[in-house]
């Protein structure tokens, strides 16, 4: 407060902690071709995360800054609407959280090899033509949409989180395990100045159990097990960063926790290795919450 000699003058409290921020929330469990990602019911959906995010106390971001796009409306075209959007909305202070909580498809060969993001509106007889590519091609001049997006946002910094995988009932021609061109993606990605990328696992690994989603939302929630070294460890930095989750906090944070909610099934499969490299001075702050948190 700043003091007057006719008394004190509150500083109002911001509305919210990340007034710079912007989101894009994507979550499809079905898809138009009759196909339902195995247990979907485990992931939060992209509403429950979206309200998250515009929440003050949680983590700070304006209301009309965040996109949620769940099931039947996260078509090809409301996709790129809002990637366009955020092109035209964002600037040089700005930091976007992109969330993918979709299928994804590989092609190893042929025209359309390449590494895409499954819309609702996915047709595997037109992958081009309905799947939102991230990368296509070989050699240097490999592009694709999501790679021209992230390359031309103006937003100093983006997190792109993707809980994908790529099961073979949906598109039994996309062959399965084979990485070669998302690895390609992730490591163009990490050349881009202010580019992060976070995801729940290998191609040929279930990212179906729910764990690093539920992880993902968990920290930006600030849901606590009081029992828990890791959690308190990660709220006591929360705290000494002046409430805000940091990139590099929250990378420490899932991979230390990856194993411990695993579903029983799921408990002893050392399958699941989530890609979570992020290069150097790119800490910038993903959430911040308007109250203090619990040391």
Do not use: W
Not at 135 to 158: N, S, W
């Amino acid at each position: 407060s700043v003091r007057y000699s006719h008394g004190d003058l509150a500083v109002r409290t911001p509305l919210c902690g990340c007034p710079q921020h912007y989101a894009l929330v994507v979550s499809i469990s079905y898809y138009r071709c009759k196909f339902r990602l195995p247990g979907s019911e485990r992931q939060p959906r992209a509403s429950a995360l979206a309200r998250v995010l515009t929440e003050p106390l949680l983590a700070g971001y304006p209301l009309e800054n965040v996109t949620a796009l769940v099931d039947q409306e996260a078509t090809l075209e409301n996709m790129r609407a809002a990637l366009e959007r955020l092109k035209t909305s964002t600037s040089d202070n700005s930091t976007v959280l992109l969330y993918f909580d979709c299928s994804a498809a590989e092609v190893s060969q042929g025209p359309d090899a390449g590494y895409y993001l499954c819309p609702f509106d996915y047709d595997g007889g037109d992958r081009t033509g309905s799947a939102l590519s991230c990368i296509r091609g070989f050699g240097k001049e490999a592009r694709g949409e999501l790679m021209d997006y992230l390359g031309t946002m103006p937003a100093e910094k983006v997190l792109m989180v993707l809980v994908t995988c790529s099961p073979d009932t949906m598109d039994p021609e996309v062959p399965v395990g084979s990485p070669f061109f998302r690895e390609k993606f992730f490591q163009r990605v990490l050349e881009l100045p202010g580019r992060c990328v976070l995801s729940s696992c290998r191609m040929d690994e279930p990212t179906y159990t729910g764990t690093f989603a539920t992880l993902v939302y968990q920290a930006f929630s600030g849901a606590r097990d009081e029992g828990s070294d890791i959690d308190n460890q990660f709220y006591a930095k929360v705290a000494a960063d002046a409430n805000a989750v940091l990139v590099f906090n929250l990378v420490d944070y899932l991979r230390r926790h990856m194993h411990r909610l695993m579903p029983r099934e799921y408990r002893d499969d050392v399958r699941t290795h989530p890609f979570l490299e992020v290069t150097e001075g790119n800490n910038f702050v993903v959430v911040r919450r308007t109250r203090p948190t619990p040391a």
